[in-house]
Structure formats: structure tokens, C-alpha cells
């Protein structure tokens, strides 16, 4: 079986996961097999019908995956890589992927459950995510694609504590504003143009902001990541967490 973990990779995640609750970690070859299996549907893109034997039965490899994310397991994994992150400023954004037809109907009347919606770009789901100042993740969010940006700033920058937030015009309002300078942080958010009163910013930290671009470049060539396949929120974002884990270890 070819391994795609590199294995000072693979010999963090082991331990990390040794520390959740409710994950049997005893047979170490058993579980790397699995998350061998995980990973290699989430790069390529591929249906689980479509993995490899050597990776287990599909249906078993699904079925685990989707306790897990169900459980919370992989965000827990995510958060426990989370090692000494730079918190002199954080920024926020959000990125829109399309959603495959087979990704609706898992229950009547559930789009806004499993962040389902329509925007300009069709049927799709939006990502929202908070970095830290060399552009590791800290935070992911899911909305129905058509949700503004705004809606979700609060909730990224919640129980963060950074000396500088940033993020694009999109996350311009007062309340946010507010909030921001509350957490002892300084906003760094260009003003809307239809600003009445337009105010001050720091031209120069803002340029910054590029890397929490480039964290998004970086997960959506995770082809699980780049369109959503998956009908329960909780699969996607188990995805979302295991490609920020990955990125955490690099």
C-alpha cells in the first residue's frame, strides 16, 4: 500500500489522536490504513466506491468517517495541531464552492441545516476562515452559499485574541467594528465606498491579507475541498479540518 502521509507527519497525527476520546488507536497500522483511505479521497476527489481495496472495504472507511465527523473527532485532531500560532494579527475571508448535484436531498427542507444554498455561482456552499498571521488556519465556518461574508464575522473572530484583525470591505459595519476593538484588537478594514463618514485604516498591514488567500489557494487542491460531494455539512467540514491538519504539519 502507498503511503501519501509522510511519516514524521503521520507519527503527529498518531499521537495527537491517542489524546481523543472514543478513537481506538491500540492497532496503529489499522489506523493509519483508514486515514490513508480518508486523505486519498480527499486529494483526488474520487467517489468512496472508487478507493483502492487496500484501504478497507469503502463502505467501512465511509462509515467511520462519517462518525468521526459526526463526533467532532477531526475537529478535535485539527485543534490539537494547532501549535503556537502567530496571533499578532488575524485575518478573515470566505470562499464559495460549488456543490454537486448529488450533495442536496439528504433530508426535505434541510439546505439551510447542511449549508446548502443558491448564489451567483450556482448551488454551492460558503467557507469562512480565520488564520493567524503566517496564514495557519484557526477557524472554519460553513453557510449556504448565498450568505454575506458579514454574517459569520463575529463568530470567526470569537475567543480569539489577536493585537490586529484584517479583513476586506466585505467585513465592514459598525457592530463588527465594534466588537473588534472590544477584544482589545485594532481593525484593519478598508471603509465601504457608500461610507458616509469613510474611516482611517492602515494601508500598509493591510497588504497582509494576501495569505489568508493563499490558505484558501492551499485547501482547494484538496479536490473533496474544491467542490462539495458530500450531503451532511459535518462530512464536508471533516474534510475541511483533516486538509487544515495537514497544512498545520507542513
Given amino acids: 500500500?502507498?503511503?501519501?502521509?509522510?511519516e514524521e507527519e503521520w507519527q503527529i497525527i498518531f499521537v495527537k489522536l491517542q489524546k481523543i476520546k472514543g478513537v481506538h488507536s491500540?492497532?496503529?497500522s489499522s489506523l493509519r490504513r483508514f486515514m490513508e483511505g480518508v486523505y486519498y479521497v480527499m486529494r483526488t476527489g474520487c467517489q468512496?466506491?472508487?478507493l483502492p481495496s487496500e484501504y478497507g472495504h469503502f463502505r467501512s472507511v465511509h462509515a467511520r468517517f462519517t462518525r468521526w465527523s459526526k463526533a467532532g473527532t477531526l475537529n478535535e485532531l485539527f485543534q490539537h495541531t494547532i501549535n503556537e500560532p502567530d496571533m499578532e494579527s488575524v485575518m478573515i475571508d470566505s470562499t464559495i464552492v460549488r456543490a454537486h448535484a448529488c450533495s442536496s436531498g439528504y433530508k426535505k427542507d434541510s439546505a439551510d441545516e447542511e449549508c446548502l444554498g443558491r448564489s451567483k455561482g450556482g448551488f454551492s456552499t460558503k467557507i469562512h476562515v480565520a488564520v493567524d498571521a503566517l496564514g495557519n488556519p484557526l477557524k472554519f465556518i460553513l453557510t449556504a452559499g448565498q450568505r454575506n461574508?458579514?454574517?459569520?464575522?463575529?463568530?470567526?473572530i470569537k475567543n480569539i485574541e489577536a493585537q490586529t484583525i484584517i479583513a476586506d470591505k466585505g467585513y465592514d459595519s459598525n457592530a463588527l467594528i465594534n466588537e473588534i476593538k472590544k477584544q482589545g484588537a485594532t481593525p484593519v478594514i478598508p471603509p465601504r465606498r457608500n461610507r458616509k463618514v469613510q474611516r482611517e485604516y492602515d494601508a500598509h498591514t493591510y497588504k497582509e491579507r494576501h495569505l489568508v488567500e493563499c490558505f484558501i489557494g492551499k485547501i482547494k487542491h484538496f479536490r473533496r475541498v474544491f467542490?462539495?460531494?458530500d450531503k451532511m455539512a459535518d462530512t464536508f467540514l471533516g474534510f475541511l479540518n483533516f486538509a487544515g491538519t495537514l497544512i498545520w504539519l507542513r
Fill in 149 to 156: 461574508d458579514i454574517t459569520q464575522g463575529e463568530n470567526l
Fill in 1 to 6: 500500500m502507498k503511503y501519501y502521509i509522510k
Fill in 48 to 50: 468512496w466506491r472508487m
Fill in 26 to 28: 491500540k492497532n496503529e
Fill in 227 to 229: 467542490s462539495r460531494f
